[in-house]
């Protein structure tokens, strides 16, 4: 198939594809050819010129056309910026005709025309979406009666749940046993290991798997971290032992496809319980890697046993190697012998099914071509694929003979209708003929009739003889002449309706002519025609079930090797993106043709592995030739998928366990990926706070692959070692893993010099990750026998470690030692935590190693009981806080005894002193106030649980060897036979009355499912019960002093007591009580009966848990209330804002009917809020008497209101009842309410989300309910439906407590309390109207300006009113607040300031999100840019601030972040369309505040996030832009290494994204580079804010590129303009006004000597040194005091006499200054008037300077038409109002704002520009004395400070 290239050089056939447009620049050069060649033009005409007016014209079309559809709803970004495109294409265009001297005056007013329509529409839209987000109008200005409060409130209701009572309690055997089965925890387990005897043991493969699918199952639906690890454990033990027997053993070995599945299944199964237990807290107890090792091990297991199945059933098989390597496996962490030895077994099958000779199968490192054969070979050998191949051959035979026999008949009908349209066209041609002369002859009557007709008119009224006897003449022959054209028109008539018809039946057959010439549809086979190709087709589509499973498990296990989570660099190594067509759906899809129909239709299939080919299929429209008489063949027409070739991807397993791995959607796990990123992605990473020592953990497995001066870094880096480690200790730990087959030794060299501390958890990674990683894996030949195939795979760094005086037994002779040592030294037991593990792992290799680890957990089990002794002495003196410490370290020292049983042999005393360890750690857990002490014990709990789950089979083992145990149902059963002394002794370890002989009866389901739970019935009449996983022990069903599991693991008492548990008693009631007080309460946990108030708190069998809190000192009680696991808190508080339900424990008090909420831990008493419900009013509203006891209290039944107060943050550690009785005063005297309607929760809503907004009204405003209220009456009603009086509320306070913001409405206006002295604008969009000034020009208003009039709508018909009025600023982002400052005066209803006052704008801080722009469904519209905001309502967030200035409008921050943050919401918010305030583009705006934000300091994450965000969303506008983001991020980080030697130290201490390497992305220079050297017509350079500095240029890209900027246009250059002089006039006010004006200012304050007292404090200040003026009185005669400090002239020094003078000199400076006393009497009046006089010259000179800076007039010539021209598409800068102040200090701007000034008109607008300044100055001044004026006597001191301040 050959596709089409488009454009005119595309010749040939084509087979396929659409032909691609031919582009412009050819169209552009064709028509000029057109133009030069054709003759078109005459002599005087210029081909080139009249084709550049063609296209300018053409170019102003189409902006017209698209100007058509622009409209304010449609007015988006994207719009702009094609309108904006067009318009520079245009002006460009029109201003280089301008410059070729075209008269372009009428393209340029076309041009205006337009550009106003743009601005038109954009302005519509931003008033329009202002208008959207207007407060609502204060009361004053709403009129008497009404509020001016928007919207309606009401109280939250809810339901308050009834008084649950302990649910009653059963008596006797069978309840005994059904509560102890509950409350024991204990979980199924398996008959599949490999101590089974029986059937269970001979059971095949396929029913272990189906049984181990069972119980991962069932222990699904268990909580906590030992049902994760017993699920992962039982896997993993048949698994690997399969794997040790050998996958050629027939208890190892896959029997069908349905085994196939079902492994697959299981590992599914697997590995989304590994992720769950990832995910879990109770994962950071365990090293990550060696988690993920197993994980990728079973499934490398799994693949050898589908390997091996795959072999037995399909012999093809045994030809091909396996996908995986047998080297990967040494990247593997693992810590006990049965993996290690399962991972050897698989390297060695995998090494066996490995040969250079063979293909790999299923591997898609050599690009699929061993399947690829494979397929070939296997379709052609087997008789079921090839019978599907033979039918569909045949029915694609028939499709082609069916297709030709149609294009026959075409063929046929087309011929026939030729020859038939050629017999008309003879005839039509004869009659053509006949026609021909008759219709000549018909054209001469005609003519003669016509001449005879006319002159016959004019003879009509003819007196004279001649003519008379002329009209008798005529007459007859005209009479002959109509009967000559009579008898003609009879012979033509027939001829012509004949000729007619015929021609009409012609086009008839023409019609048909062109159907049947066009070629029927064409044919797209379904498989390919090349046989070996329809081979691999038919292979993927219809492959055998195991042959499916075993590609699927080829590609899992080889991604199991990829790092996780996936980094970009990875991410990119293994993408695959060039997959088009799928196969299984293009076969399923084209089976049946329009021609044939099978009779039988094969349903192609697919497995994880999905076959795709990389080429796509052709449309039908392009296949074959057009017309049936252009096709020569059968093929032609059809199209089989030849090119379609089947290639392997991978989309992951699709299971939850690879939802957070971060792969790419298609990858190719078999990609080549660096050695040292997969060595890495398998090291244990240290804890963050010793990352600097990371580099020390890898080790890349191979002599070959470490670095030479690898034994050296640690030496070299020494200055790294941090300070818990000695210098010898330090090179000890660099050195552990410097050299693979090294590292034996330096551990054992390290436990003999002791220099390490080996309970440090970065050790303890250390070693760990030293002992358990595999390493380099070697096949070793056997050389007990002759052949020289066999042979073993073994460690490299292990081989023949177990020989004697090898590393093996020196590690146990030193393991020994230590134990020795460490007896004596209880403070180094923490040393054992490491100790015992690496004993107990190499005590299966090595049996003194068992004998240390045996060591190691007596001494730490010693330790234990001497501290059970001190805990005896502290509680008896009642030291509960010294007991609780040291009930911790007994707890401590037990789990370290039994992580020492994690590996190894097991013998009986081994398993009795387990269970008694497991029990006692079980019920040593307590409650502590150290949290990291708790945490530490917590993981140590875990490991244990680790160590119970993966002895568990040694252990049932040890326990069914003579103990006579008997397996019954969990209720019911036979009596159990001779006891367990093991398990009696653990139960007897808690409970000291325990009979010494017990019969223990194994738990078990009525399918005769083994439970790993224990009970036995006691000769004292008692039942115990044991679960040997997580050492639960139970008396009747009770846990002795602790509460039972299905209590622990309820998700109410999980919510706010965590892992905690209590010594508790239990009551005759069935209530669990905690026999100390806890923090000064007691706390009682009871089930009761679920009521229809509590479902949420039911546990699905009809039972809810209660909680209660009892306070020792009062006895008041609290019951804690059950959120629901959706924490809706059910029917008693949906309606409570989301965080008081989230974040909140809620407390219930009946008899003070009070909900006190706190925060979600037990242990924390301090009071949020206050809920009230069931009273008449308030805090200190009265309450119905209450009953004598909350149990036996009536429950309410129907809704209430709630009255929730906050409680101020001084008062929240205050007691409940103390806040309702003391200070009830001095509480929020606002409750909380709901909106029904509100217009200003709906404006605060575009800021924050309104579920975390609280409202809170004037208790004044909320009267209590009324007489014929719902609760009055007592009536029924739903929570929702409550009858709180629905009131408009005057007065509220709205809280943002995620930003700690409050705004509080009163008199209309809302006042923010974070900001004293701010209030909220009425406007909250950053859009003014202004009204219009006698400004010209571009030079626009602020876009901070007060909008004025907006609230009506706008229309096209007023476009440059409303274009030249309207200003805004951030088009398309709404999230933030406009706060304006309140009006300074004492009155009640507080007021916007008047005039420019200094608006500020909050922001949300964080990451800037661009988004769609939507233009349907009218306003308002989807916003371009957000903030990203967390959505959980715990999140802190952060406001950043930014000032609107007064004056020019612009939003001003006051640090980095925040400036940056807003370059980036400008970037997200940029288009092409010059915002007109600033007269600056969005990007361009952005391009100008990196710019100030220039730092000598790395920049943060937040910083660097911001410039990315930038540069992404805005660099394809600006690409300087991208460039200084470069520039700013690359300066920041050169003094990075100083930060990092102050940080943590190391290679990766960075603390800042800002460390990063930066590196210009090549495709961003040229794109500037481009774009600077471009030139417009007229000679005018890139726009200047587009445009870098030359230094900024040299540093991010080498050289510059403003040599173009730089150049002074040709015309300029040569004079070839007028430039602008006479008609720029001097500045209309005088320099000296405003010194006039100042001095005026002065004189109104009476004031004497000031001039004195001035050059006295000149003088003093100054160089000149003066002696101390030691006269008594002033100048004026004022008493002067004396000078207090008197210096001792005797002992002096001269240092002291001259600070002494000056002070002396300061003093008398000070005292002859008088105070003014005095204001003159027409203060107020000359400040009013002066105010409105400079407020006018400002508006005259601001006008003058706005219209001679951009005056161009005609005179200047075609170049000033350019420049108007291009500066209607902002292709050149235009001036604003900041230009105009930056024109003060560099006056070489005004030139480039106006390049047609004359030197002697900039000076004089350069000093307009300096009085205009002068005169913002003194205007803001008149504004701030004005203000005091109004003020009165309060502020006179100020106004007097103001008046006397000059320059």
Same mark, same amino acid.
């Given at each position: 198939?050959?596709?089409?290239?488009?454009?005119?050089?595309?010749?040939?056939?084509?087979?396929?594809?659409?032909?691609?447009?031919?582009?412009?620049?050819?169209?552009?050069?064709?028509? &000029?050819?057109?133009?030069?060649?054709?003759?078109?033009?005459?002599?005087?005409?210029?081909?080139?010129?009249?084709?550049?007016?063609?296209?300018?014209?053409?170019? #102003?079309?189409?902006?017209?056309?698209?100007?058509?559809?622009?409209?304010?709803?449609?007015?988006?970004?994207?719009?702009?910026?094609?309108?904006?495109?067009?318009?520079?294409?245009?002006?460009?265009?029109?201003?280089?005709?301008?410059?070729?001297?075209?008269?372009?005056?009428?393209?340029?007013?076309?041009?205006?025309?337009?550009?106003?329509?743009?601005?038109?529409?954009?302005?519509?839209?931003?008033?329009?979406?202002?208008?959207?987000?207007?407060?609502?109008?204060?009361?004053?200005?709403?009129?008497?009666?009404?509020?001016?409060?928007?919207?309606?409130?009401?109280?939250?209701?809810?339901?308050?749940?009834?008084?649950?009572?302990?649910?009653?309690?059963?008596?006797?055997?069978?309840?005994?046993?059904?509560?102890?089965?509950?409350?024991?925890?204990?979980?199924?387990?398996?008959?599949?290991?490999?101590?089974?005897?029986?059937?269970?043991?001979?059971?095949?493969?396929?029913?272990?798997?189906?049984?181990?699918?069972?119980?991962?199952?069932?222990?699904?639906?268990?909580?906590?971290?030992?049902?994760?690890?017993?699920?992962?454990?039982?896997?993993?033990?048949?698994?690997?032992?399969?794997?040790?027997?050998?996958?050629?053993?027939?208890?190892?070995?896959?029997?069908?496809?349905?085994?196939?599945?079902?492994?697959?299944?299981?590992?599914?199964?697997?590995?989304?319980?590994?992720?769950?237990?990832?995910?879990?807290?109770?994962?950071?107890?365990?090293?990550?890697?060696?988690?993920?090792?197993?994980?990728?091990?079973?499934?490398?297991?799994?693949?050898?046993?589908?390997?091996?199945?795959?072999?037995?059933?399909?012999?093809?098989?045994?030809?091909?190697?396996?996908?995986?390597?047998?080297?990967?496996?040494?990247?593997?962490?693992?810590?006990?012998?049965?993996?290690?030895?399962?991972?050897?077994?698989?390297?060695?099958?995998?090494?066996?099914?490995?040969?250079?000779?063979?293909?790999?199968?299923?591997?898609?490192?050599?690009?699929?071509?061993?399947?690829?054969?494979?397929?070939?070979?296997?379709?052609?050998?087997?008789?079921?694929?090839?019978?599907?191949?033979?039918?569909?051959?045949?029915?694609?035979?028939?499709?082609?003979?069916?297709?030709?026999?149609?294009?026959?008949?075409?063929?046929?009908?087309?011929?026939?209708?030729?020859?038939?349209?050629?017999?008309?066209?003879?005839?039509?041609?004869?009659?053509?003929?006949?026609?021909?002369?008759?219709?000549?002859?018909?054209?001469?009557?005609?003519?003669?009739?016509?001449? &005879?007709?006319?002159?016959?008119?004019?003879?009509?009224?003819?007196?004279?003889?001649?003519?008379?006897?002329?009209?008798?003449?005529?007459?007859?022959?005209?009479?002959?002449?109509?009967?000559?054209?009579?008898?003609?028109?009879?012979?033509?008539?027939?001829?012509?309706?004949?000729?007619?018809? &015929?021609?009409?039946?012609?086009?008839?057959?023409?019609?048909?002519?062109?159907?049947?010439?066009?070629?029927?549809?064409?044919?797209?086979?379904?498989?390919?025609?090349?046989?070996?190709?329809?081979?691999?087709?038919?292979?993927?589509?219809?492959?055998?079930?195991?042959?499916?499973?075993?590609?699927?498990?080829?590609?899992?296990?080889?991604?199991?090797?990829?790092?996780?989570?996936?980094?970009?660099?990875?991410?990119?190594?293994?993408?695959?993106?060039?997959?088009?067509?799928?196969?299984?759906?293009?076969?399923?899809?084209?089976?049946?043709?329009?021609?044939?129909?099978?009779?039988?239709?094969?349903?192609?299939?697919?497995?994880?592995?999905?076959?795709?080919?990389?080429?796509?299929?052709?449309?039908?429209?392009?296949?074959?030739?057009?017309?049936?008489?252009?096709?020569?063949?059968?093929?032609?027409?059809?199209?089989?998928?030849?090119?379609?070739?089947?290639?392997?991807?991978?989309?992951?397993?699709?299971?939850?366990?690879?939802?957070?791995?971060?792969?790419?959607?298609?990858?190719?796990?078999?990609?080549?990926?660096?050695?040292?990123?997969?060595?890495?992605?398998?090291?244990?990473?240290?804890?963050?706070?010793?990352?600097?020592?990371?580099?020390?953990?890898?080790?890349?497995?191979?002599?070959?692959?470490?670095?030479?001066?690898?034994?050296?870094?640690?030496?070299?880096?020494?200055?790294?070692?941090?300070?818990?480690?000695?210098?010898?200790?330090?090179?000890?730990?660099?050195?552990?893993?410097?050299?693979?087959?090294?590292?034996?030794?330096?551990?054992?060299?390290?436990?003999?010099?002791?220099?390490?501390?080996?309970?440090?958890?970065?050790?303890?990674?250390?070693?760990?990750?030293?002992?358990?990683?595999?390493?380099?894996?070697?096949?070793?030949?056997?050389?007990?026998?002759?052949?020289?195939?066999?042979?073993?795979?073994?460690?490299?760094?292990?081989?023949?470690?177990?020989?004697?005086?090898?590393?093996?037994?020196?590690?146990?002779?030193?393991?020994?030692?230590?134990?020795?040592?460490?007896?004596?030294?209880?403070?180094?037991?923490?040393?054992?935590?490491?100790?015992?593990?690496?004993?107990?792992?190499?005590?299966?290799?090595?049996?003194?190693?068992?004998?240390?680890?045996?060591?190691?957990?007596?001494?730490?089990?010693?330790?234990?009981?001497?501290?059970?002794?001190?805990?005896?002495?502290?509680?008896?003196?009642?030291?509960?806080?010294?007991?609780?410490?040291?009930?911790?370290?007994?707890?401590?020292?037990?789990?370290?005894?039994?992580?020492?049983? *994690?590996?190894?042999?097991?013998?009986?005393?081994?398993?009795?002193?387990?269970?008694?360890?497991?029990?006692?750690?079980?019920?040593?857990?307590?409650?502590?106030?150290?949290?990291?002490?708790?945490?530490?014990?917590?993981?140590?709990?875990?490991?244990?649980?680790?160590?119970?789950?993966?002895?568990?089979?040694?252990?049932?083992?040890?326990?069914?060897?003579?103990?006579?145990?008997?397996?019954?149902?969990?209720?019911?059963?036979?009596?159990?036979?001779?006891?367990?002394?093991?398990?009696?002794?653990?139960?007897?370890?808690?409970?000291?009355?325990?009979?010494?002989?017990?019969?223990?009866?194994?738990?078990?389901?009525?399918?005769?499912?083994?439970?790993?739970?224990?009970?036995?019935?006691?000769?004292?009449?008692?039942?115990?019960?044991?679960?040997?996983?997580?050492?639960?022990?139970?008396?009747?069903?009770?846990?002795?002093?602790?509460?039972?599991?299905?209590?622990?693991?309820?998700?109410?008492?999980?919510?706010?007591?965590?892992?905690?548990?209590?010594?508790?008693?239990?009551?005759?009631?069935?209530?669990?009580?905690?026999?100390?007080?806890?923090?000064?309460?007691?706390?009682?946990?009871?089930?009761?009966?679920?009521?229809?108030?509590?479902?949420?708190?039911?546990?699905?069998?009809?039972?809810?848990?209660?909680?209660?809190?009892?306070?020792?000192?009062?006895?008041?009680?609290?019951?804690?209330?059950?959120?629901?696991?959706?924490?809706?808190?059910?029917?008693?508080?949906?309606?409570?804002?989301?965080?008081?339900?989230?974040?909140?424990?809620?407390?219930?008090?009946?008899?003070?009917?009070?909900?006190?909420?706190?925060?979600?831990?037990?242990?924390?008493?301090?009071?949020?809020?206050?809920?009230?419900?069931?009273?008449?009013?308030?805090?200190?509203?009265?309450?119905?008497?209450?009953?004598?006891?909350?149990?036996?209290?009536?429950?309410?039944?129907?809704?209430?209101?709630?009255?929730?107060?906050?409680?101020?943050?001084?008062?929240?550690?205050?007691?409940?009842?103390?806040? &309702?009785?003391?200070?009830?005063?001095?509480?929020?005297?606002?409750?909380?309410?709901?909106?029904?309607?509100?217009?200003?929760?709906?404006?605060?809503?575009?800021?924050?989300?309104?579920?975390?907004?609280?409202?809170?009204?004037?208790?004044?405003?909320?009267?209590?309910?009324?007489?014929?209220?719902?609760?009055?009456?007592?009536?029924?009603?739903?929570?929702?439906?409550?009858?709180?009086?629905?009131?408009?509320?005057?007065?509220?306070?709205?809280?943002?407590?995620?930003? *700690?913001?409050?705004?509080?409405?009163?008199?209309?206006?809302?006042?923010?309390?974070?900001?004293?002295?701010?209030?909220?604008?009425?406007?909250?969009?950053?859009?003014?109207?202004?009204?219009?000034?006698?400004?010209?020009?571009?030079?626009?208003?602020?876009?901070?300006?007060?909008?004025?009039?907006?609230?009506?709508?706008?229309?096209?018909?007023?476009?440059?009113?409303?274009?030249?009025?309207?200003?805004?600023? #951030?088009?398309?982002?709404?999230?933030?607040?406009?706060?304006?400052?309140?009006?300074? *005066?004492?009155?009640?209803?507080?007021?916007?300031?008047?005039?420019?006052?200094?608006?500020?704008?909050?922001?949300?801080?964080?990451?800037?999100?661009?988004?769609?722009?939507?233009?349907?469904?009218?306003?308002?519209?989807?916003?371009?840019?957000?903030?990203?905001?967390?959505?959980?309502?715990?999140?802190?967030?952060?406001?950043?601030?930014?000032?609107?200035?007064?004056?020019?409008?612009?939003?001003?921050?006051?640090?980095?972040?925040?400036?940056?943050?807003?370059?980036?919401?400008?970037?997200?918010?940029?288009?092409?369309?010059?915002?007109?305030?600033?007269?600056?583009?969005?990007?361009?705006?952005?391009?100008?505040?990196?710019?100030?934000?220039?730092?000598?300091?790395?920049?943060?994450?937040?910083?660097?996030?911001?410039?990315?965000?930038?540069?992404?969303?805005?660099?394809?506008?600006?690409?300087?832009?991208?460039?200084?983001?470069?520039?700013?991020?690359?300066?920041?980080?050169?003094?990075?290494?100083?930060?990092?030697?102050?940080?943590?130290?190391?290679?990766?201490?960075?603390?800042?994204?800002?460390?990063?390497?930066?590196?210009?992305?090549?495709?961003?220079?040229?794109?500037?580079?481009?774009?600077?050297?471009?030139?417009?017509?007229?000679?005018?350079?890139?726009?200047?804010?587009?445009?870098?500095?030359?230094?900024?240029?040299?540093?991010?890209?080498?050289?510059?590129?403003?040599?173009?900027?730089?150049?002074?246009?040709?015309?300029?250059?040569?004079?070839?303009?007028?430039?602008?002089?006479?008609?720029?006039?001097?500045?209309?006010?005088?320099?000296?006004?405003?010194?006039?004006?100042?001095?005026?200012?002065?004189?109104?304050?009476?004031?004497?000597?000031?001039?004195?007292?001035?050059?006295?404090?000149?003088?003093?200040?100054?160089?000149?040194?003066?002696?101390?003026?030691?006269?008594?009185?002033?100048?004026?005669?004022?008493?002067?005091?004396?000078?207090?400090?008197?210096?001792?002239?005797?002992?002096?020094?001269?240092?002291?006499?001259?600070?002494?003078?000056?002070?002396?000199?300061?003093?008398?400076?000070?005292?002859?200054?008088?105070?003014?006393?005095?204001?003159?009497?027409?203060?107020?009046?000359?400040?009013?008037?002066?105010?409105?006089?400079?407020?006018?010259?400002?508006?005259?000179?601001?006008?003058?300077?706005?219209?001679?800076?951009?005056?161009?007039?005609?005179?200047?010539?075609?170049?000033?038409?350019?420049?108007?021209?291009?500066?209607?598409?902002?292709?050149?800068?235009?001036?604003?109002?900041?230009?105009?102040?930056?024109?003060?200090?560099?006056?070489?701007?005004?030139?480039?704002?106006?390049?047609?000034?004359?030197?002697?008109?900039?000076?004089?607008?350069?000093?307009?520009?300096?009085?205009?300044?002068?005169?913002?100055?003194?205007?803001?001044?008149?504004?701030?004395?004005?203000?005091?004026?109004?003020?009165?006597?309060?502020?006179?001191?100020?106004?007097?400070?103001?008046?006397?301040?000059?320059?």
């Amino acid at each position: 198939m050959t596709m089409p290239r488009g454009g005119f050089t595309d010749v040939g056939l084509h087979t396929g594809g659409t032909p691609r447009a031919t582009s412009w620049d050819l169209v552009q050069q064709t028509l &000029l050819a057109v133009l030069q060649q054709s003759g078109v033009c005459s002599a005087d005409q210029q081909p080139d010129a009249i084709l550049a007016l063609a296209l300018a014209h053409l170019d #102003l079309w189409l902006l017209s056309q698209q100007l058509q559809l622009l409209r304010p709803e449609t007015a988006t970004a994207d719009m702009l910026n094609v309108c904006m495109s067009m318009l520079d294409s245009a002006a460009r265009k029109a201003a280089a005709l301008a410059m070729d001297g075209h008269n372009v005056s009428s393209f340029e007013a076309q041009l205006q025309i337009a550009a106003q329509r743009i601005q038109v529409a954009t302005a519509e839209r931003a008033v329009q979406e202002g208008n959207q987000y207007m407060l609502p109008a204060s009361s004053s200005d709403q009129g008497p009666g009404r509020s001016g409060m928007s919207g309606t409130w009401r109280l939250p209701s809810g339901v308050v749940p009834a008084a649950a009572v302990p649910e009653a309690l059963a008596t006797g055997r069978h309840a005994a046993v059904a509560n102890a089965t509950a409350a024991l925890g204990a979980l199924p387990v398996t008959t599949t290991g490999s101590t089974d005897t029986g059937a269970a043991a001979t059971a095949g493969l396929g029913h272990k798997l189906q049984q181990l699918q069972g119980l991962l199952q069932a222990l699904n639906q268990h909580s906590g971290d030992v049902a994760a690890q017993h699920a992962i454990s039982s896997v993993e033990e048949v698994m690997f032992g399969c794997a040790v027997a050998g996958f050629d053993n027939a208890s190892s070995r896959l029997q069908s496809a349905a085994d196939a599945e079902a492994l697959m299944q299981l590992i599914a199964l697997y590995r989304n319980m590994v992720s769950m237990y990832r995910q879990s807290t109770a994962a950071a107890a365990t090293m990550k890697i060696e988690v993920r090792s197993r994980e990728a091990l079973l499934t490398w297991v799994a693949y050898c046993m589908m390997f091996e199945l795959a072999k037995s059933q399909e012999p093809l098989v045994r030809s091909y190697n396996v996908a995986l390597s047998w080297r990967d496996p040494q990247y593997f962490v693992l810590c006990d012998k049965t993996a290690v030895e399962a991972t050897l077994s698989v390297s060695s099958y995998l090494y066996e099914h490995s040969s250079p000779s063979r293909h790999q199968l299923f591997s898609m490192s050599d690009s699929g071509k061993g399947t690829a054969a494979f397929a070939v070979q296997f379709v052609a050998q087997d008789s079921r694929l090839s019978g599907i191949l033979r039918q569909h051959q045949l029915d694609m035979d028939l499709s082609v003979e069916k297709h030709d026999a149609e294009v026959q008949r075409k063929k046929q009908l087309f011929a026939q209708l030729t020859a038939e349209a050629s017999e008309l066209t003879s005839q039509i041609s004869t009659l053509r003929g006949q026609l021909r002369p008759l219709e000549a002859e018909q054209a001469d009557l005609n003519r003669q009739a016509s001449s &005879l007709s006319r002159r016959l008119w004019e003879l009509r009224f003819a007196v004279n003889a001649d003519k008379l006897v002329e009209k008798e003449l005529l007459e007859p022959q005209y009479a002959l002449v109509q009967s000559q054209k009579s008898a003609v028109d009879k012979k033509v008539s027939p001829l012509q309706s004949r000729k007619n018809t &015929l021609e009409s039946k012609l086009a008839d057959v023409n019609r048909q002519l062109q159907a049947a010439r066009e070629a029927p549809a064409s044919v797209i086979q379904p498989l390919p025609k090349n046989t070996q190709n329809a081979h691999q087709w038919v292979f993927w589509l219809h492959k055998p079930t195991v042959l499916s499973s075993l590609a699927d498990i080829s590609l899992l296990a080889q991604q199991l090797l990829l790092p996780t989570p996936c980094s970009s660099d990875v991410q990119s190594a293994i993408q695959v993106t060039d997959m088009v067509t799928s196969i299984v759906q293009h076969y399923n899809t084209h089976q049946v043709s329009r021609y044939h129909r099978p009779v039988q239709l094969f349903t192609g299939s697919q497995g994880l592995v999905k076959p795709f080919a990389r080429a796509g299929v052709p449309g039908p429209s392009t296949i074959g030739p057009r017309y049936v008489d252009q096709i020569t063949s059968k093929e032609q027409g059809v199209w089989y998928p030849d090119d379609l070739l089947p290639v392997m991807t991978w989309n992951g397993a699709c299971t939850a366990a690879d939802n957070s791995n971060g792969f790419p959607p298609t990858f190719n796990p078999f990609a080549a990926i660096d050695t040292t990123i997969t060595a890495d992605s398998f090291t244990e990473r240290l804890p963050a706070q010793h990352a600097s020592l990371q580099w020390t953990m890898l080790q890349l497995g191979s002599r070959a692959a470490t670095p030479l001066d690898r034994g050296n870094l640690g030496i070299a880096r020494q200055d790294q070692k941090p300070c818990w480690m000695s210098k010898p200790g330090y090179l000890a730990f660099t050195s552990m893993r410097a050299y693979p087959l090294m590292q034996l030794r330096q551990l054992c060299i390290a436990l003999r010099e002791q220099h390490l501390p080996w309970g440090h958890p970065a050790v303890v990674a250390l070693v760990k990750q030293t002992v358990y990683q595999l390493g380099d894996l070697i096949w070793t030949n056997d050389s007990s026998t002759s052949s020289s195939s066999t042979g073993s795979m073994q460690l490299l760094w292990r081989r023949h470690w177990e020989a004697e005086g090898q590393e093996l037994h020196a590690l146990s002779y030193e393991l020994q030692l230590l134990a020795e040592k460490l007896a004596d030294a209880p403070r180094e037991h923490d040393a054992v935590l490491l100790l015992g593990q690496l004993a107990a792992y190499l005590a299966d290799w090595h049996s003194g190693c068992k004998e240390a680890a045996r060591q190691f957990a007596a001494m730490t089990s010693k330790a234990a009981e001497q501290l059970g002794k001190q805990l005896q002495q502290a509680r008896a003196h009642n030291q509960d806080g010294i007991a609780r410490q040291l009930q911790a370290k007994q707890s401590k020292a037990r789990a370290l005894s039994l992580l020492c049983y *994690g590996a190894g042999p097991l013998d009986a005393s081994d398993v009795a002193h387990m269970l008694q360890l497991m029990v006692l750690v079980k019920h040593g857990d307590l409650l502590l106030a150290d949290t990291a002490l708790a945490d530490e014990l917590q993981q140590l709990r875990v490991q244990c649980h680790w160590v119970m789950v993966k002895r568990l089979p040694a252990v049932l083992a040890v326990l069914q060897q003579g103990s006579g145990i008997s397996r019954r149902h969990a209720v019911e059963g036979p009596a159990g036979l001779a006891g367990s002394p093991l398990m009696t002794a653990a139960v007897a370890a808690v409970l000291q009355w325990t009979p010494p002989e017990l019969q223990w009866v194994q738990l078990t389901t009525a399918a005769g499912h083994a439970w790993a739970g224990f009970h036995a019935e006691g000769s004292d009449g008692h039942l115990y019960s044991l679960n040997i996983l997580d050492g639960t022990v139970l008396l009747d069903g009770v846990p002795p002093s602790r509460l039972p599991s299905d209590i622990l693991q309820h998700p109410v008492y999980h919510c706010c007591f965590g892992s905690s548990n209590f010594d508790v008693g239990f009551t005759a009631t069935g209530m669990y009580k905690t026999l100390r007080a806890i923090d000064g309460c007691y706390y009682s946990f009871y089930w009761a009966a679920a009521s229809s108030t509590s479902q949420h708190g039911s546990t699905g069998s009809g039972r809810e848990l209660v909680i209660l809190e009892t306070e020792r000192d009062t006895g008041e009680q609290l019951q804690l209330l059950d959120v629901g696991v959706d924490g809706a808190c059910g029917a008693w508080g949906r309606e409570l804002p989301l965080r008081l339900r989230q974040l909140h424990s809620h407390w219930l008090n009946r008899q003070h009917k009070v909900i006190v909420l706190r925060p979600k831990h037990f242990q924390q008493h301090s009071v949020s809020f206050l809920i009230r419900y069931g009273v008449s009013d308030r805090i200190g509203g009265q309450s119905p008497p209450a009953a004598a006891s909350s149990a036996s209290a009536e429950p309410p039944v129907q809704a209430t209101a709630l009255w929730c107060w906050r409680v101020p943050h001084h008062l929240t550690s205050e007691h409940w009842l103390s806040l &309702l009785s003391n200070y009830a005063h001095q509480l929020q005297t606002q409750p909380m309410v709901l909106a029904d309607s509100s217009e200003h929760l709906r404006i605060l809503g575009k800021f924050e989300d309104a579920a975390y907004i609280h409202v809170y009204a004037s208790d004044k405003a909320l009267s209590a309910p009324s007489a014929g209220s719902a609760e009055a009456q007592g009536a029924h009603v739903a929570a929702r439906s409550v009858s709180t009086n629905l009131v408009t509320v005057p007065e509220l306070l709205f809280e943002l407590p995620r930003f *700690g913001l409050e705004f509080e409405l009163r008199g209309g206006c809302l006042l923010s309390k974070a900001h004293s002295g701010y209030c909220l604008s009425k406007y909250q969009q950053l859009v003014g109207q202004v009204p219009p000034r006698d400004s010209a020009g571009p030079v626009c208003a602020p876009a901070g300006a007060e909008m004025e009039g907006n609230s009506g709508s706008t229309s096209s018909s007023g476009g440059s009113s409303i274009s030249s009025a309207v200003h805004y600023t #951030l088009p398309g982002f709404r999230q933030y607040l406009v706060l304006e400052p309140v009006q300074e *005066g004492s009155s009640d209803a507080p007021r916007p300031a008047d005039g420019y006052g200094s608006k500020m704008v909050l922001v949300p801080a964080g990451q800037v999100v661009q988004t769609g722009s939507s233009s349907s469904g009218g306003i308002p519209w989807a916003g371009t840019a957000s903030v990203a905001a967390p959505k959980h309502a715990s999140a802190t967030l952060l406001v950043h601030k930014y000032a609107v200035h007064p004056r020019f409008g612009h939003l001003r921050a006051s640090d980095v972040l925040p400036r940056l943050q807003l370059a980036a919401l400008y970037a997200a918010t940029s288009s092409l369309m010059p915002e007109p305030g600033s007269m600056m583009t969005g990007a361009q705006t952005a391009v100008q505040l990196i710019r100030q934000s220039w730092v000598n300091r790395p920049l943060s994450p937040e910083e660097v996030q911001h410039l990315e965000t930038a540069a992404a969303c805005a660099g394809h506008l600006a690409p300087a832009l991208r460039l200084l983001v470069v520039e700013l991020q690359g300066s920041a980080s050169q003094l990075q290494h100083l930060y990092d030697l102050a940080g943590a130290g190391g290679e990766d201490s960075g603390t800042t994204s800002s460390s990063k390497s930066v590196v210009i992305k090549p495709e961003a220079a040229v794109e500037y580079r481009l774009q600077a050297m471009k030139v417009l017509p007229g000679g005018w350079p890139l726009h200047r804010k587009l445009r870098l500095s030359s230094d900024v240029e040299v540093q991010v890209m080498g050289a510059s590129s403003t040599a173009a900027a730089s150049s002074m246009p040709a015309w300029k250059r040569l004079g070839q303009f007028h430039a602008i002089d006479a008609s720029v006039p001097r500045c209309p006010v005088s320099p000296a006004y405003v010194e006039e004006c100042e001095a005026r200012l002065r004189n109104l304050v009476t004031a004497t000597h000031t001039r004195s007292a001035l050059k006295r404090s000149h003088s003093w200040l100054g160089l000149k040194r003066r002696q101390p003026d030691n006269s008594k009185c002033g100048s004026g005669g004022i008493s002067m005091p004396e000078y207090p400090l008197t210096p001792n002239k005797s002992s002096s020094t001269p240092l002291e006499s001259m600070m002494h003078a000056e002070l002396q000199q300061s003093w008398e400076a000070h005292h002859s200054t008088s105070t003014p006393t005095a204001i003159a009497p027409i203060a107020a009046t000359v400040i009013s008037s002066m105010q409105v006089n400079v407020s006018k010259k400002r508006q005259e000179i601001q006008g003058y300077l706005a219209h001679h800076i951009s005056y161009t007039s005609q005179a200047a010539g075609a170049p000033a038409a350019a420049f108007r021209l291009l500066q209607l598409s902002s292709s050149v800068a235009s001036a604003s109002l900041l230009d105009l102040m930056c024109c003060a200090w560099q006056p070489h701007m005004l030139p480039e704002l106006n390049p047609f000034l004359s030197g002697s008109a900039c000076s004089r607008l350069h000093e307009g520009v300096l009085v205009w300044l002068q005169l913002c100055v003194l205007e803001d001044k008149l504004a701030r004395l004005g203000q005091h004026v109004r003020a009165g006597a309060a502020a006179a001191s100020l106004l007097v400070q103001e008046l006397l301040v000059y320059r």
